[in-house]
């Protein structure tokens, strides 16, 4: 949606200037990773690995950084040529494709060991089928798909600003099997306060029911799906961080999930083979 990317194209200067990526000190050498992904994950040093929707390249990078072929992919061309910046500074041998989800096949050959895609990914995307496809054309026999993802319960919230008590009484602002896009305006991101100039996005409700069954009908095999009561960033203003860098609600945990993974591997019979 050409609304979202002129956002995402403004947002990049912003994001990579912002502290919460912290630029610096992943130039120094700190990974950008969760501990969740890398132990679901597991070794991946001589794998290739496709990242959709790469932002610009942090998680890509720290993958490349534990041994990984890595290829990353993002419909923001400033995105990509960040990515490809800072692949330079730190002499990773990575690679930065402009385009969008959709559009890639078209755009890169070959297949993966894995195919990766997390934080705040699908929220953006308006087909989670066409999507689940493109995972499963990438992906080789046999190998790893791997999703870290905020939860759609969690999202109900968004565009409500809730207070804490709000939250805990239970009533989200937001239809958790809402069919359209979600109209959201606000003058930064959720990584700046800066006054954007396009202040507009749009968003899409993903129950976790539909992008299984896609990953399921495109022969993406779960192995793994997990749900947990934290979250790897501050989704509201009102949480406190643990020693692992999680981030969670101060009181009554566990009302909500905050985050949820899922890990899968390709059929060698799968529609898409």
Aim: with cysteine; charged share 25%; net charge positive.
């Amino acid at each position: 949606m050409t609304v979202n990317r002129h956002k995402w194209d403004e947002s990049v200067p912003l994001h990579v200037a912002a502290p919460s990526y912290n630029v610096p000190e992943f130039l120094r050498g700190k990974s950008t990773l969760t501990p969740l992904e890398e132990r679901e994950m597991g070794p991946v040093r001589g794998k290739s690995l496709l990242h959709l929707q790469c932002h610009f390249g942090l998680d890509t990078l720290s993958w490349a950084r534990r041994g990984a072929r890595v290829t990353g992919v993002d419909y923001s061309l400033p995105a990509v040529r960040a990515a490809r910046s800072l692949a330079r500074r730190i002499g990773a041998d990575a690679r930065f494709v402009h385009s969008n989800v959709y559009d890639l096949p078209k755009a890169l050959q070959g297949q993966f060991d894995i195919v990766y895609t997390a934080k705040g990914a699908l929220c953006w995307l308006p087909d989670i089928d066409r999507w689940a496809a493109v995972v499963a054309h990438f992906l080789r026999p046999g190998g790893t798909f791997y999703l870290l993802e905020d939860h759609p319960v969690r999202e109900l919230f968004e565009n409500e600003k809730p207070t804490e008590e709000l939250l805990l009484d239970r009533r989200p602002g937001l239809r958790y099997f809402a069919r359209g896009p979600l109209r959201a305006e606000y003058d930064g991101t959720y990584a700046t306060n800066e006054k954007m100039r396009h202040r507009v996005s749009y968003v899409w409700i993903r129950p976790v029911s539909e992008v299984l069954s896609a990953l399921r009908d495109h022969g993406i095999q779960v192995s793994s799906f997990r749900e947990f009561p934290y979250c790897y960033w501050p989704c509201f203003g009102w949480m406190t961080q643990d020693s692992r860098g999680y981030w969670h609600l101060p009181r009554d945990e566990g009302r909500i999930p905050l985050m949820w993974s899922v890990k899968g591997v390709r059929s060698p019979r799968d529609p898409s083979a």
